[in-house]
């Protein structure tokens, strides 16, 4: 199939709807159609997708759909389920949804059942849980533990960490959980330094198990347990590990029996329904780690099964394809109004730019078009005494994501109803604005000075018109959780499948990688660094002179 997104007939089409509509009001769409809300929302279970405060009318609508079906969306969508090498740079399946499918769901590929093996390792991780939630598993001088600390990056990190923080009001209170990422020393320091080496368990969460900040962060952190002991032993105890290189893990002294392992058709940032998850449910409980799984593998079957014009992931990442590539937005605010999801900016900032964030197509080509938008965002209220001001009055399209729960896990009503009028406010106040004659009726009602109100007039108008996604979803609990980051996970593909790049891959982290293992070599040398360009020489040289105490 010869498709490139920007030669479709469909964009061509979207290019001309694009002129037609781009200076339409959607106060003006909204005052025509009383039935607005009710056409562009949808429902999926305990959550609801408002998608009506966009910049799209049925037409649009009807226009992204004979994109989708000109960039075979629906075949993609297949050839994922059905366990094809769609990761071609890698030569890798894409199965991260296999984790979440039930036991009773046969995965057959290449005559394996991908369902057993992966059951098999969540009934070992489950077992595992058990007994250091129960203090069954006790550390080298037989105490429970009451620490257990993460040692990953990126997606071994990001979506684990998130998942922790959302949950908290879940947690166990005699086990706590810490995620330690950076190789700045600083973090595990910071980290360990309030733990006993007694009492802490180590889980070294790495998909390749080379990663130079979790490897380092694992040395040193087996270092701390071994001085304290002074006995080898100690580290079957005190460390497991999660990978998918048993040699590695092996190599590193850990015993394979201490070891939960998943496969490579699980990329990282997708990775916390493996065992990359048992941080989560060490802190949660095996029970609600399910629940999780459960959330995500509803919105999976929503996603294969459901017409597309119902299908939340195909229309949140048709509307990105919309707002890149016809309003050239260049970024998405996420905003969650939910304290927990604190971190969920964060997880989706991995997700959506290390999956899109490319310029060659799956089939060699550069592209001449816009691919993923930087992915940015906070909590709200927090967000709203912060950068607002520029998404309600600043130069640029920046579509938003706002996310809340009719619920408070934390049950203080009042407070949660402020909380989430807010929401509602900025929603309306983005899309809605405030035009001069506004302004001006308003100033007049307060004073006569016609001198003064010219001169405030043009500060105090909101040009409205931009765009939000709302997703208010019924409570936070870990089935919804899981659902909502299953939709994300599945809206980017659906990017990826218009845009025709592999969302799998992530070449682009390699080259700075690779640098810094040269650059270590530079570094505490007597000699001057001159093998690079003057910058970083410099950077280099001062860098080693300083710390000798040099001028
Ligand atoms: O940053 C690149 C990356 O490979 C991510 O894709 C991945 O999530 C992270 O590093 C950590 O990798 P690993 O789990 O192999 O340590």
Redesign the pocket.
Known sequence: MDYFFSKTLAYKNLCKHYTEIKDIPMRDMFLQDKDRFKKFSIKLGPILFDYSKNRITQKTIKLLLELADEACLKEKINGMFSGEIINTTEKRRVMHWALRSPENEQIVIDGTDWSKEIHSVLKRIERFVGDVRSGTWKGFTGKKITDVVNL?????DLGPKMVVRALDFLASDDLKVHFVSNVDPAHLNKTIKHLSPETTLFII???????QE?MENAKRARTWIVEKFGDDRCVERHFVAISTNKEGVINFGIDPKNMFEFWDFV???YSLWSAIGTSIALSIGFDNFKELLKGAHMVDNHFKNADFKENIPVIMGLLDVWYVNFFGAKSIAILPYSQCLEEFPNHLQ?LIM?SNGKRITTDGREVDFHTSPVVWGRVGTDGQHSFYQLLHQGTQIIPCDFIGFVKNPYNTEDQHDIFMANFFAQTRALMQGKDEKEVLDELKKNSKDAQKINNILPHKIFPGNRPSNSILIDELNPFTLGALIALYEHRVFVQGCIWNINSFD?WG?ELGKRLAKDIIDKLNKDVMCEVYDSSTNGLINYYNKTKRGER
């Not at 969460?205 to 990663?211: Q, R």
């Open positions: 990953g990056i990126g997606g071994s969460s790495s998909k390749s198990f080379t990663t979790t990329g990282g940032r991995q290390e992530q982290v």
